[in-house]
């Protein structure tokens, strides 16, 4: 069984989200707090394989150390993004992580069962990526419903995010999007009303 099971942290209505084949499982920014995710894997006999972040800012990489440790896995981050790890004013993180991350190789990451898209989109960051598992985008703070990320942070780029949302536009298919934060969209829905990636489409 295949599943997408997301979990809300407070705190900024971040997403991190929970890939599930057949008992394994991939982890996508994790947060501030995960008890909830933890309890999840227990209780499910989950075995968690790896920790995928989307870029480099902190409350999406928060809880990277304590689940990395606590199951036992790798975690990946894009080449461009590898510095906000250990840089407090790329990354906005009060600690920063002691464990070194793996790099995401170009195109596609095999992880288990799981073979996960790497689509390179940067502006918010110099390294965000989106990550494709089958017909679903984790997009970190690229693009939200309706929305994209700021680029007005240490890193980011205005003409990089419109490169890349122009690049983005040109994508077919259909896929649910998994943001950052606060609710889902689709591609569809966001090829249609983001007036962002509406002057692309």
């Not at 996960?116 to 970190?140: A, D, Q, R």
């Not at 240490?154 to 122009?166: A, H, I, R, V």
């Amino acid at each position: 069984m295949k599943d997408v099971i997301t979990f809300v942290d407070g705190r900024m209505l971040n997403d991190t989200y929970l890939l599930v084949n057949n008992g394994q499982a991939l982890i996508v920014d994790p947060s501030f707090s995960n008890e909830k995710l933890k309890s999840y894997v227990s209780d499910n006999n989950i075995k968690v394989l790896a920790i995928l972040l989307t870029h480099g800012h902190y409350d999406h990489f928060a809880g990277v150390e304590n689940l990395g440790n606590l199951f036992q896995c790798p975690y990946y981050i894009s080449e461009e993004d590898e510095d906000f790890l250990y840089d407090r004013t790329k990354s906005f993180a009060p600690t920063l992580p002691k464990l070194k991350p793996l790099v995401y190789p170009d195109g596609l990451v095999r992880i288990g069962d799981f073979a996960i898209g790497i689509i390179k989109t940067p502006g918010h960051t110099p390294g965000s990526v989106v990550l494709v598992w089958e017909n679903n985008m984790f997009s970190g703070d690229f693009i939200f419903h309706g929305d994209i990320g700021r680029t007005d942070l240490p890193g980011s780029s205005s003409k990089q995010m419109q490169d890349s949302l122009k690049a983005f536009a040109a994508i077919k298919g259909e896929y649910t999007i998994y943001p950052g934060h606060e609710e889902s969209s689709s591609l569809a829905e966001e090829k249609k009303n983001n007036p962002y990636l509406l002057r692309y489409v």
